[in-house]
C-alpha cells in the first residue's frame, strides 16, 4: 500500500508542483485546497487525490484527518498573500489565520496519524522569514512565524519520532510570480541579486520536500532550508 502525503494548497503554484513530484515518487497524495475552481481544473495527475478543505476551520481541516487510516507525511503549502492590503487590520488577520495558524491547525490534526508512523512534517516558510517585505507586512510576518512554529513542534514532538522542517521557497515560477515575470524590469532586478539568475521551478522545491519526507533526512529536524537560487546570500 503507498504511503499517504497531505499537500495543502497542492492544487495550484509551489503546492501542485510538490504534489507532482510526490505523486511521481510513488505516494498517495491528498492535494486539499479551499477552492473548488481549482479541483474542477487542476491538471495535475489524475493519480492525485483532490479534496476541499479550509485550513482557517477546524471542523474542515478535522474532517479530512479523521478519515485517514495512515499518513507517512504533511506539507503545508496553503498560503495566500494580498499585496499592498495587509495594513488593513482584517486582511491582516486573514494572511496570518490562513499562513500561521492554519499551518499548526493541520499539524495538530496530523500529529496522531504521524505518531504512529514516525512521519514527517514540512511547512513552507519565504525568503520573508528573513527580511521584511513592506508591502506584505502579515504574509512577512506569517512566515516569520512558520519558522518558530517549526523548530517549535520539532522540539516538542521529537519524542514521537516526528520531524518538522521548513523549506524557505524564492522567487518560483507560479500564478503568484506572473506579473513580476511580465515585467523585464523587475525580472531583471530579481536576477540581478539571484546567483543562478533565473527563476526556480516547483519541482525543484518538490524535490527538497520529496527528500525531508524520506529517511535520508532521517536525523534532520528544526531545519529551513532556502530554495532562492542564491538570493538570500545577495
Known amino acids: 500500500m503507498k504511503q499517504t502525503v497531505v499537500v495543502t494548497g497542492g492544487t495550484s503554484g509551489i503546492g501542485a508542483g510538490v504534489a507532482e513530484v510526490l505523486n ?26 483532490t479534496c476541499l478543505m479550509d485550513v482557517t476551520e477546524g471542523a474542515s481541516v478535522d474532517a479530512l484527518f479523521n478519515r ?24 491582516f488577520q486573514k494572511v496570518l489565520d490562513v499562513n500561521l495558524t492554519g499551518t499548526m491547525r493541520c499539524c ?5 496519524l504521524l505518531a504512529k508512523s514516525s512521519g514527517a512534517i514540512v511547512n513552507t516558510a519565504s525568503m520573508l522569514s528573513t527580511f521584511g517585505g513592506p508591502l506584505v507586512p502579515a504574509y512577512s510576518a506569517s512566515k516569520g512565524g512558520v519558522v518558530q512554529l517549526t523548530k517549535a513542534l520539532a522540539g516538542k514532538w521529537a519524542a514521537d519520532g516526528i520531524r518538522v522542517n521548513a523549506i524557505a521557497p524564492g ?29 526556480g521551478k516547483a519541482s525543484e522545491v518538490g524535490a527538497l520536500v520529496k527528500w525531508l519526507l524520506s529517511d535520508e533526512s532521517s536525523f534532520v529536524t528544526a531545519s529551513v532550508y532556502p530554495v532562492d537560487g542564491g538570493y538570500l546570500a545577495m
Not at 505516494?27 to 487542476?42: K, L
Request: glycine share 10%.
Open 171 to 199: 522567487w518560483i515560477e507560479t500564478e503568484m510570480t506572473q506579473g513580476l515575470r511580465d515585467s523585464p524590469e523587475r525580472e531583471a532586478a530579481i536576477f540581478s541579486r539571484t546567483p543562478l539568475r533565473r527563476w
Open 108 to 112: 495538530l490534526a496530523a500529529q496522531p
Open 24 to 49: 511521481t515518487a510513488g505516494y498517495h497524495v491528498i492535494a486539499a485546497t479551499v477552492s473548488q475552481g481549482e479541483i474542477d481544473f487542476f491538471s495535475g495527475s489524475s493519480k492525485i487525490e
Open 68 to 91: 485517514l487510516g495512515g499518513l507517512a507525511g504533511l506539507v503545508n503549502c496553503a498560503g495566500i498573500l494580498v499585496r499592498n492590503d495587509e495594513y488593513d487590520i482584517d486582511v
